[in-house]
């Protein structure tokens, strides 16, 4: 497996589109509220990605996806189509997954989960699932095997009774989209693939926790992926870089509490 180790030179440019990437979530989170479309926030986000950073939607006209963002309602687990027949209404979760790329070629992905209204089931599997992506953050250092950031995800999500979505993973990521390495959310390694984190390697890590089983299908749409059972899904993303003593999380956001990370 060849996994690209940044120079200097590219960490500054995938510290900017992680900033970017994180600037555009700021952006729409005041606009995320029962009433609105799927298409209208795909709308406002492919405005300010374009008009407000200088910068373009990665996902519009990725293998043909068709829209700049994802928006992800509920049992879909990832890739939902935004649409504006599509609004949102209380009780619902939803994942928006941001992609920017820069002009100087490069990428930040992220994605958060948003609750509309009130909804207990909900919000305990959006937090549950954001406290996996920060256990696995927490272990991230030279050294560690990808196995090891894995398995405290899986464990973490089945002590709480979910399941671990199988067919979609995190990956790397720079000047293309998706890099090596793929890493799996759950502790299936083979061993080749088990590799051990460098400092420069710049990685996504993105959770699919499942209510249900994990089990998954895309619809004829050819994108939008949905659980098996129809339960609900969440999922929350960060651009990672391993550093010589640690992370660093290039898509943090400005409210967002990472303490976790000096504990």
Known sequence: MNVPIKTPSEIEKMREAGRQAASVIEMITPHIQAGISTGEIDRL???????????????????????????????V?????????????????????I???TPDGYHGDSSVMFVIGETIQGE?????????????????KPGVRLSELARVIQQHAEAHGYSVVRDFCGHGIGADFHEDP???????????????????????????????????KVLRD????????????AQWEH???????????????SNEDLGFLNA
């Open 45 to 75: 986000c492919h405005e300010y990605i374009v008009n407000e950073l200088g910068s373009v939607p990665a996902p519009l006209n990725y293998h043909g996806f068709p829209k700049a963002t994802c928006t992800s309602i509920n049992h």
């Open 77 to 97: 687990v990832c890739h939902g189509i935004p649409d504006d027949a599509k609004k949102l209404k209380s009780g619902d979760i939803m994942n928006l997954d």
């Open 124 to 140: 305990r599997l959006c937090r549950i699932t954001q406290e996996c992506l920060y256990k696995s953050i927490a272990l991230v």
């Open 182 to 216: 793929q890493f799996l959310h759950y502790d299936g390694y083979a061993p080749d693939a088990d590799i051990r984190l460098d400092a420069g390697m710049c990685f996504t890590i993105e959770p699919m926790i499942n209510v249900g089983g994990y089990k998954t």
């Open 99 to 101: 992609t920017v790329r």
């Open 222 to 233: 050819g994108w939008t992926a949905v659980t098996k059972d129809r339960s609900l899904s």
């Open 239 to 253: 651009t990672l870089l391993v550093t010589k003593t640690g992370v660093e999380v290039l898509t943090a956001r």
